[in-house]
């Protein structure tokens, strides 16, 4: 059964230039990508990203990292890979969340490293589960972002909205 996953480079990805390096590796778990987004984000957004782990000591840490605010970029790359065990295969390719702990070959292991302060920079995210991952992806992107109906949509008149367009 096809499942979608979400990954997620990083600022450290974006400030290191391993945004071709990432999706090379990711390249190997065969799947379909079938959304990509150059994402700027908020605080808020990261917040609500990691808002599971609101409890721990380190949430305001990974809220600022996952924010920028440790790279100088608040830029990141949302992707979501589409095909059997996606999650599962995705996971694999990105490593142990501690770089440290992660295979060499892996995105973690390769390009990963452990700050003074204890932060895991380890360059990707990626959904944990099936449950995680819809609440992600819901989270990063609209509809009309994936060009496969991974979730059940529905057509609703907008009456009014601003929308930045092309002058």
Same mark, same amino acid.
């Given at each position: 059964? &096809?499942?979608?996953?979400? @990954?997620?480079?990083?600022?450290?990805?974006? /400030?290191?230039?391993?945004?071709?390096? @990432?999706?090379?590796?990711?390249?190997?778990?065969?799947?379909?990508?079938?959304?990509?987004?150059?994402?700027?984000? /908020?605080?808020?957004?990261?917040?609500?990203?990691?808002?599971? #782990?609101?409890?721990?000591?380190?949430?305001?840490?990974?809220?600022?990292? #996952?924010?920028?605010?440790?790279?100088?970029?608040?830029?990141?790359?949302? @992707?979501?890979?589409?095909? /059997?065990?996606? $999650?599962?295969?995705?996971? &694999? $390719?990105?490593?142990?969340?501690?770089?440290?702990?992660?295979?060499?070959?892996?995105?973690?292991?390769?390009?990963?490293?452990?700050?003074?302060?204890? #932060?895991?920079?380890? @360059?990707?995210?990626?959904?944990?589960?099936?449950?995680?991952?819809?609440?992600?992806?819901?989270?990063?992107?609209?509809?009309?972002?994936?060009?496969?109906? $991974?979730?059940?949509?529905?057509?609703?008149?907008?009456?009014?909205?601003?929308?930045?367009?092309?002058?």
């Amino acid at each position: 059964m &096809k499942e979608p996953a979400l @990954v997620i480079i990083k600022p450290d990805g974006i /400030s290191k230039r391993l945004v071709g390096s @990432v999706l090379t590796k990711l390249a190997q778990a065969n799947l379909d990508l079938v959304g990509i987004r150059v994402v700027r984000a /908020s605080r808020e957004l990261a917040y609500a990203h990691y808002k599971h #782990l609101e409890s721990k000591p380190f949430f305001p840490q990974i809220v600022s990292y #996952l924010a920028g605010e440790y790279h100088k970029t608040n830029k990141l790359i949302a @992707v979501i890979y589409y095909g /059997s065990r996606a $999650i599962k295969r995705c996971r &694999k $390719i990105a490593g142990d969340t501690n770089p440290e702990m992660a295979d060499p070959q892996t995105v973690r292991g390769s390009y990963g490293r452990i700050t003074r302060d204890g #932060l895991f920079e380890n @360059v990707v995210h990626v959904s944990s589960d099936k449950k995680e991952a819809e609440r992600e992806i819901k989270l990063w992107f609209e509809p009309d972002d994936i060009i496969e109906e $991974i979730y059940p949509t529905t057509i609703k008149k907008v009456r009014t909205y601003k929308k930045k367009v092309w002058t």
